[in-house]
């Protein structure tokens, strides 16, 4: 399994009950067994041309109420940042983790390497960013920077919490009673991971990788719209409600006009651009005639 999406399930299942896990478990069994013996649903997740956050967006359509909620949110995150020809074996490693987590109760986190284990904390992450807003994300940052820099400072507490000597849970219960009520919760939580999920001798650069991590998700928040007219309130709310399924629930709009765009609207969001304007089809379709025509007759003079 991919450290990141051991990281992102880890955040979900620590919030579901004995009854919520047993539905999740029985959905990802459906969901593992309809894409071993459905071609087409199978063809279309490991589809090379389908970036993983749209084929996250459409599964998440896909899926609809057929499954748990939680189900559909590890689903989609495990279809969106695995390899397209890995979307089935990831299916089947969370069905094996959380049936490990119905049976034990737990499920240990195994030692791995400094980048593998900064990317599953990435990946819990993700999970508890899910539903915050920029705003939220950068206090995250800010939280987090100072975290990081208080550890750094002060010998005694660095020594403590890079020791692997002292349980997981001991160093913990020293974070807690560090920053308990002088962070959010939302950091907190994080802190918590990065010290369980990380590794010990690197708890500084985890945090640092958090930061970095919460600056890059903070552009997801964030969607620049260039519109051909003002956006009515409808309009604007179509759009957020459009953005919602690859970039986020809360995901902000920030709109210009720019009437030179004919019709329609551009929009630019993390990584992500979508061209949806009058002039960007006659652009298409202009750069579609100059291709068709190399090589023929089409609009040489005799």
Not at 70 to 98: E, G, K, M
Not at 215 to 242: P, T
């Amino acid at each position: 399994m991919l450290p990141v999406i051991e990281g992102f399930a880890a955040a979900v299942l620590e919030t579901l009950s004995d009854a919520d896990l047993a539905t999740v478990v029985a959905g990802l069994n459906d969901l593992n067994e309809t894409t071993e013996t459905h071609q087409d649903l199978r063809g279309a997740l490991t589809d090379t041309a389908v970036i993983g956050r749209v084929r996250a967006a459409v599964l998440r359509d896909v899926l609809g109420s057929k499954i748990s909620p939680a189900a559909v949110r590890l689903a989609a995150y495990a279809a969106q940042v695995s390899p397209a020809q890995d979307v089935p074996h990831a299916f089947h490693d969370l069905v094996v983790l959380t049936g490990a987590r119905q049976r034990d109760g737990v499920v240990p986190f195994e030692i791995l390497s400094l980048s593998q284990s900064r990317q599953r904390v990435r990946g819990y992450a993700e999970a508890r960013y899910e539903n915050v807003t920029a705003a939220d994300l950068d206090r995250t940052e800010d939280e987090l920077f100072r975290a990081a820099r208080i550890i750094e400072s002060n010998d005694e507490l660095r020594g403590i919490l890079v020791d692997r000597d002292i349980t997981a849970d001991a160093r913990v219960d020293i974070v807690r009673n560090l920053f308990a009520g002088k962070i959010s919760d939302l950091s907190l939580g994080l802190l918590v991971f990065a010290v369980v999920g990380g590794r010990p001798r690197d708890i500084v650069g985890t945090l640092d990788d958090l930061v970095d991590h919460a600056a890059e998700c903070r552009q997801w928040r964030v969607a620049r719209v260039w519109s051909a007219k003002e956006l009515s309130s409808a309009e604007a709310d179509e759009v957020r409600r459009s953005l919602a399924g690859i970039a986020g629930d809360q995901v902000e709009i920030r709109v210009s006009v720019k009437s030179d765009l004919l019709a329609g609207i551009i929009v630019e969001v993390g990584d992500v651009r979508l061209d949806a304007t009058a002039r960007g089809r006659l652009s298409a379709l202009r750069d579609s005639l100059v291709s068709s025509s190399t090589g023929s007759t089409f609009g040489k003079n005799d």
